[in-house]
Nanobody, 115 residues
Framework: QVQLVESGGGLVQPGGSLRLSCTAS????????MNWYRQAPGKQRELVAA???????NYAVSVKGRFTISRDNAKNTVYLQMNSLKPEDTAVYYC?????????WGQGTQVTVSS
C-alpha cells in the first residue's frame, strides 16, 4: 500500500502562484508515472499534468504554459508549480500514482483562486 500525502494548497489572488507537493511513502515512486488531477464543484475529475519516471511531461490545454510538473525521485516527491492562476483553476487537486494493479490517490488539497 502506497500513501500519497499532498500539501501546498490555499487561497491565492488571480495572477498569483502556488506550488503543490505530493510525497509517496514507497520508493516504488521512482519507477512510476505520476499525475495531478483536479475536481471543481459539480464537475468531473480532470487530468491536469503527467510526468513519466524519466521526466517527460504532458499538460491539459487549459494549463499549458502556466503549470509545471516536476519530480524529485530522491525525495519520492512530485510537484505542481502553478503560475498565473485564474478563478477557473479553483478545485481540489489530487496526486495520483497509477500502477498495474491499482491507482493510488492522495487526500486532495484545496486551491482557491479569488480576489
Amino acid at each position: 500500500q502506497v500513501q500519497l500525502v499532498e500539501s501546498g494548497g490555499g487561497l491565492v489572488q488571480p495572477g498569483g502562484s502556488l506550488r503543490l507537493s505530493c510525497t509517496a511513502s514507497d520508493n516504488i515512486f521512482s519507477i512510476k508515472p505520476m499525475n495531478w488531477y483536479r475536481q471543481a464543484p459539480g464537475k468531473q475529475r480532470e487530468l491536469v499534468a503527467a510526468i513519466s519516471p524519466g521526466g517527460s511531461t504532458n499538460y491539459a490545454v487549459s494549463v499549458k504554459g502556466r503549470f509545471t510538473i516536476s519530480r524529485d525521485n530522491a525525495k519520492n516527491t512530485v510537484y505542481l508549480q502553478m503560475n498565473s492562476l485564474k478563478p477557473e483553476d479553483t478545485a481540489v487537486y489530487y496526486c495520483n500514482m497509477p500502477t498495474r494493479t491499482t491507482d493510488y490517490w492522495g487526500q486532495g488539497t484545496q486551491v482557491t483562486v479569488s480576489s
